[in-house]
């Protein structure tokens, strides 16, 4: 069994269709600590997602970078083969579609900000990419900017695997400062009001249990307040390090833990004791 520190991983399914698969393989040996894979893709590498992704995101430290990538990657790309139809083309973010006879998938070059909770991690399938911490606080944020299906159901899939949503509404308040954990809560509350064919448009592992999935966001969002109100000021948007566990946790009163902020680039976990 593969370890990535906070996140315990294992042998499991992995929701990318093979043509993905095959894309992310080959764009590996150009995938740095600058320019990673990210996204639902990322996200959904690991788990038995409820869903697959639409598309591989590749995110990068600045505009420059985004540039550079693309460029190595488009002559990759075109040296095995592939036709690219570039959808839009501007300083900092670029979208293509890629094909490979009837084979085909959305791949997209961004800039995003350096400052993370965790250092990237390297991955055998795409290279680098985006520790699943960090994948499941940008996933918050974008709950939070957007009100879309895929999001939703990343989320309850997140809090089964990586972190629940109290914690994570804690520490997003550190990547977004413009955000306190309270108003993130908020707007998570004006979530997952969605009817059966919001989800029909994406491509599921299965079918989606409306009634369950409401009791479980509502029960989410009632556990993730008492925590938020429970917790320290002066410790708002940071994250909650378990030596023992070796996990990201959201604490108990028995449970010794670390507070765990983020910086550009990201850090690893450090304990009580460490010099």
Request: charged share 25%.
């Amino acid at each position: 069994m593969r370890r990535v520190a906070g996140v315990e991983k294992g042998s499991r399914a992995v929701p990318l269709t093979a043509f993905q698969s095959k894309v992310a393989l080959l764009l590996s040996a150009q995938r740095s600590e600058d320019s990673h894979l990210a996204g639902g893709a990322a996200l959904n590498i690991e788990p038995n997602s409820k869903r697959y992704s639409n598309d591989l995101d590749y995110f990068h430290d600045s505009e420059m970078r985004v540039a550079t990538a693309f460029a190595a990657d488009r002559q990759t790309l075109t040296d095995n083969g592939f036709v690219m139809d570039i959808e839009m083309n501007q300083p900092g973010y670029i979208r293509a579609i890629v094909f490979d006879g009837d084979s085909r998938t959305k791949i997209e070059w961004a800039h995003d900000s350096a400052w993370r909770f965790m250092p990237v991690v390297q991955d055998s399938r795409v290279g680098w990419m985006l520790h699943p911490v960090d994948l499941a606080v940008n996933k918050l944020l974008a709950l939070v900017g957007r009100d879309e299906p895929r999001d939703f159901l990343d989320i309850i899939q997140i809090t089964d695997e990586i972190l629940s949503l109290g914690p994570l509404c804690w520490a997003a308040a550190g990547k977004d400062p413009g955000f306190t954990p309270p108003s993130l809560l908020e707007l998570m509350r004006r979530r997952g009001r969605y009817r059966a064919e919001d989800f029909a448009r994406l491509r599921l592992t299965e079918p989606v249990d409306l009634v369950k999935l409401k009791g479980r966001w509502l029960s989410m969002l009632d556990v993730a307040e008492t925590f938020i109100a429970a917790r320290p000021a002066d410790e708002m948007g940071c994250l909650y390090w378990s030596a023992a566990t070796k996990r990201f946790v959201e604490p108990r009163t028995d449970e010794e833990v670390t507070p765990h902020f983020g910086r550009p680039g990201g850090v690893l976990p450090r304990t009580v004791g460490d010099v």
